[in-house]
């Protein structure tokens, strides 16, 4: 069955240092997620990809944050410059289209230093 | 806030029990997904509940919807020690393309 994947599935990184989170969704799919869970708390919404362009993000996806589909099947989420308060647990997630259900991949544990 | 909450916030039962879990949002919506997270891992999407559907069933998942009342609610029946997880509901909005998280139902099933 096909499935979203992340790599790396941890990152430890130092403050102010860049990261690129990778995330290869399923294929046919045509949305695209990225959210962020700090420990223990809920899931939150980060950004939504359509047609090659942000169709949506939240406040918390600042000017430090942003997405890229480089090719037909990597999307990347960018962090420009590190803050303590990026550590969390980020997933993406991808659907076929619009009122369907998201597939999330495993995450990827960033722990900024 | 558009986001929804869960109650209980923590639920502990015996194996075979039922555990139900309750979802409440806020805005008008497409349709509501319940996810289950296992300790420090991702998000396994259980099932879909459409706005124009009040009831729905998956294997031992039974999931109901209000929405004039603007609640969900999961059902697991029989439940098993591989159940142990926190159950998130996600609601997709009618207008715009975020998915809003609760906080969450911590479930733990006592083997």
């Known amino acids: 069955e096909p499935e979203v994947t992340q790599t790396p599935s941890h990152q430890v990184t130092q403050m102010g240092q860049e990261v690129i989170l990778r995330c290869v969704p399923i294929s046919n799919h045509l949305y695209f997620y990225w959210y962020r869970q700090i420990l223990g708390q809920k899931v939150e919404f980060l950004v939504s990809f359509y047609n090659n362009e942000i169709s949506e993000k939240s406040e918390i996806f600042d000017d430090q944050f942003s997405v890229e589909r480089p090719d037909g099947s990597n999307f990347t989420l960018k962090i420009r410059s590190t803050k303590l308060e990026d550590s969390a647990m980020y997933f993406c997630?991808?659907?076929?289209?619009?009122?369907?259900?998201?597939?999330f991949g495993p995450g990827t544990r960033l722990l900024v230093l | 806030s558009q986001q929804g909450e869960e109650d209980p916030q923590a639920l502990s039962i015996q194996e075979g029990e039922n555990a139900t879990m309750n979802c409440s949002y806020k805005t008008s919506i497409n349709n509501l997904q319940w996810y289950r997270q296992n300790s420090g891992r991702g998000l396994v999407h259980l099932i879909l509940i459409r706005s124009n559907e009040r009831e729905k069933h998956s294997g031992r998942l039974r999931v109901t919807l209000d929405t004039s009342k603007k609640s969900s609610s999961l059902l697991i029946t029989a439940s098993r020690a591989a159940d142990t997880a926190s159950y998130f509901c996600?609601?997709?909005?009618?207008?715009?393309?975020?998915?809003?998280f609760g906080t969450g139902t911590s479930l733990t099933v006592i083997p």
């Open positions: 997630a991808s659907r076929v289209g619009r009122a369907l259900a998201q597939y």
């Open positions: 996600a609601t997709d909005p009618y207008t715009g393309n975020q998915f809003y």
